[in-house]
Every structure is written in C-alpha cells, then in structure tokens.
C-alpha cells in the first residue's frame, strides 16, 4: 500500500480492484471536485501492471540515516566550491592587484590561501566519498532516487547557484554601465559563473536523469 493513506488514495485503490479503468476513476473524482493533479497523482500511487490487486509504486521515504548523508554530501559540496572560488579570487588579486582597494577580500591575502586550501583538503575528499557511496547504494536500490531530502537539497543547490548567477550578471552589467568593467572584476565574474553554472547543469542533469528513470509506463 501507499506510504501515507488517504481518502482519495483509498478511493482510487477501491475502485482499481472493482475492475474501473483509470480514466473512469480520473472523470468521477474530478467532476466530485478533486484537482485534476491530485488525482493524477493519486492514480500514480499505483502502477499500471495486470494484477489481481493494484500494486503500488515505489514512494519516496526519509530515515535519519539518509538525512545524514545527504546533509554532509552537500555541505561538503558548498564548502568545497566555495573555498575553490575563493583561491581562484587570491589567485586573481595576486596577478592583477589593485592597490586602490581598502576592503579585505580584494587584497591578495597568503592566510586566506591557507585557509580555502586546507578547507579544500578536508571537505572535497568527504564530498568524494559520500557521493561515492550514495550512487552506490542508488546504483543498487533505484526508488532511493525519490529520497525526499535528496530532492530539496537538489533544488536548494540549483536555486542557490541561480541566485549567484543573477547576482554575477548584475554586477558584471554594473560596472559594464558605469564603465567600471577591469580585467580583475571580469575574471571573477567567469568563476563565479564557470562553478555556479557547473552544479546548475549538473544537478539539473541529474533530475532529468531521475525523472527519465521514474516516469510512469504503460502496460
């Protein structure tokens, strides 16, 4: 049975093993008033395979232990490209300095190449090694694909990397306007593009992917 029991889910079983095509069942429910996407979703519960009863799909579930391997993948992940982004932006002030900015993080700083490299050096092996063993364990039981918090920490990450796009094409059209546009602005604003758009593409792959493996079929 469905994870979580419902009225319409109740609904949609009953009349499934009294012989009624999805169609009929689709019709009734929402002349009675269900939204149409409440009840494609709750004839989805159940797949549309010859049997005596109806078999229900693979739903998504979340366990503490899921939670915890999710939570350190992307955090890793955050730190880690972060930390990348910032050395490249010390790499940047190092061969283009600007002795006229006064704010910290434009000046080229030896301790805070010290710092991102030994946060990289911890927290990209983590990330390595938990995303290794996460598409293990996917690799071997698919439905782990629909874990609730593998999806919202999917969309957090493209909904973050989207915001820092947005942020980096309005400064970058800033300073073009106000004909503040330097070759050191410039190729921070390529980095910061280059590593948000890299786990755009990625994790927006990576949902096509699921989507492509999980979508309903025929009989």
């Known amino acids: 049975m469905p994870s979580r029991s419902t009225p319409l889910t109740d609904f949609v079983r009953d009349a499934l093993i009294h012989g009624q095509d999805r169609a009929s069942i689709s019709a009734v429910l929402q002349r009675a008033g269900w939204p149409a996407e409440s009840v494609s979703n709750a004839i989805d519960e159940y797949a549309d395979i010859p049997f005596a009863i109806p078999v229900p799909r693979p739903r998504a579930s979340l366990s503490a232990r ?10 890793s992940l ?24 006064q704010h910290y993080g434009d000046r080229f700083s030896l301790e805070s190449v010290r710092w991102s490299v030994s946060a990289i ?6 990330f390595l090694w938990t995303a290794r063993h996460v598409a293990r364990e996917v690799a071997g039981d698919p ?6 918090i593998r999806r919202w920490c999917t969309y957090l990450t493209l909904f973050i990397a989207v915001g820092f796009l947005i942020g980096d094409g309005m400064s970058l059209v ?11 602005f410039a190729l921070k604003s390529v980095v910061v593009a280059a590593l948000a758009g890299s786990m755009l593409l990625y994790y927006q792959g990576d949902l096509r992917r699921e989507e492509r493996t999980h ?3 025929s009989s």
């Open 78 to 101: 955050y730190i880690s490209v972060f930390n990348f982004g910032h050395l490249l932006f010390q790499f940047i002030n190092r061969a283009f300095p600007d002795i006229t900015q």
């Open 66 to 75: 899921e939670a915890f391997l999710y939570l350190v993948l992307f955090t």
């Open 121 to 126: 050096i911890v927290a990209f092996p983590v």
């Open 143 to 148: 439905s782990l694909r629909l874990s609730p």
């Open 174 to 184: 800033y300073n073009l306007l106000g004909g503040e546009l330097t070759m050191r």
């Open 215 to 217: 979508e309903p079929r």
